[in-house]
């Protein structure tokens, strides 16, 4: 069975960083892509950043030049570096991965930005 189990998120002030992980483990034999998704209270859930097994990614524009994803092909970990915090980044955010034709999520994990 396929698992994805997200980690790092946390209360930060304005302005600071966070990195989240997401490890995938179980049945694998290779990554296709990854991505980082987000849903705060009252809205949809929406694209943060993707990342293919190649290493092509791809932003949300309201991310560009303050997040970096990366895909560590060797420890089937995914990586979202965040900095330059705002408040307006508070949400649950989620990994998926998709692997062969499935696709696979992660239960989430909780970034708070808050002064």
């Known amino acids: 069975q396929v698992q994805l189990v997200e980690s790092g998120g946390g209360l930060v002030q304005p302005g600071g960083s966070l990195r989240l992980s997401c490890v995938v483990s179980?049945?694998?034999?290779?990554?296709?892509?990854m991505g980082w998704y987000r849903q705060a209270p009252g809205k949809e859930r929406e694209l943060v950043a993707s990342?293919?097994?190649?290493?092509?990614?791809n932003y949300a524009d309201s991310v560009k030049g303050r997040f970096t994803i990366s895909l560590d092909n060797a420890k089937n970990t995914v990586y979202l570096q965040m900095n330059s915090l705002k408040p307006e980044d508070t949400a649950v955010y989620y990994c998926?991965?998709?692997?062969?034709?499935?696709?696979?999520w992660g239960q989430g994990t909780q970034v708070t930005v808050s002064s």
């Open positions: 998926k991965a998709r692997i062969t034709i499935k696709v696979y």
């Open positions: 179980g049945s694998i034999f290779s990554i296709n892509s």
């Open positions: 990342v293919t097994s190649g290493g092509s990614t």
